[in-house]
């Protein structure tokens, strides 16, 4: 009961978080695009870090069209990798949520690719609703930055999760049969 009210309570300051924000900044800039985001980022990691779930849907199951990345590749997923180095994102993520030696830093990582990903889609499809409204009520061109931003922070890493899990999955499976993972491949 606690652990819901807690889940509650989270949906609840978030949406009022929201609120404020588009009362503040009306929801037609590029300044509201990125602070909803990043928002939303916020709100979206707290309650998944609350909801502790296994997530173990076969959603989170790398489908055939996406085997090697040939989805992805074509679509510039290494380029959005080497962008995320470029700007610090990836160090940045290092030293929150730091890769350990142990046994179980695979599986922990292959977790958090699920966590990650679940949170960046559900922000995914919140951002994209504010798109249509506002390209329904201010035109297309006004709707440019929640687009944009919607594309480069939460598209592109659902993607790069889903990229990376197989990879994080074979070297799983290469650690258990004692050969030496390689996760550049």
């Known amino acids: 009961m606690k652990k819901l009210l807690s889940l509650v309570l989270i949906v609840l300051i978030t949406a ?22 990043f928002l939303l980022m916020g709100g979206a990691l707290i309650f998944l870090e609350t909801l502790q779930s296994k997530l173990q849907l076969k959603y989170f199951d790398q489908q055939p069209w996406e085997t090697g990345g040939r989805v992805y590749k074509p679509l510039g997923i290494n380029l959005f990798r080497k962008l995320l180095v470029l700007v ?31 949170g960046h889609l559900i922000i995914l499809i919140i951002v994209l609703a504010f798109t249509v409204v506002v390209a329904i009520r201010f035109g297309l061109a006004k709707a440019m930055p929640l687009l944009i931003s919607n594309i480069l922070l939460n598209l592109y890493p659902v993607m790069l999760q889903r990229f990376n899990r197989p990879r994080i999955a074979r070297a799983m499976r290469l650690g258990r049969s004692g050969v030496k993972a390689d996760l550049a491949g």
Not at 16 to 37: C, D, E, H, P, W
Not at 102 to 117: M, P
């Open 88 to 118: 610090g994102w990836e160090k940045l993520g290092k030293a929150t949520k730091p890769v350990g030696k142990g046994a179980n830093t695979l599986a922990n990582l292959y977790h958090r690719t699920k966590i990650d990903e679940l």
């Open 16 to 37: 009022a978080l929201v609120y404020v924000l588009v009362r503040t900044m009306g929801i037609q800039k590029a300044g509201f695009a990125i602070s909803l985001n």
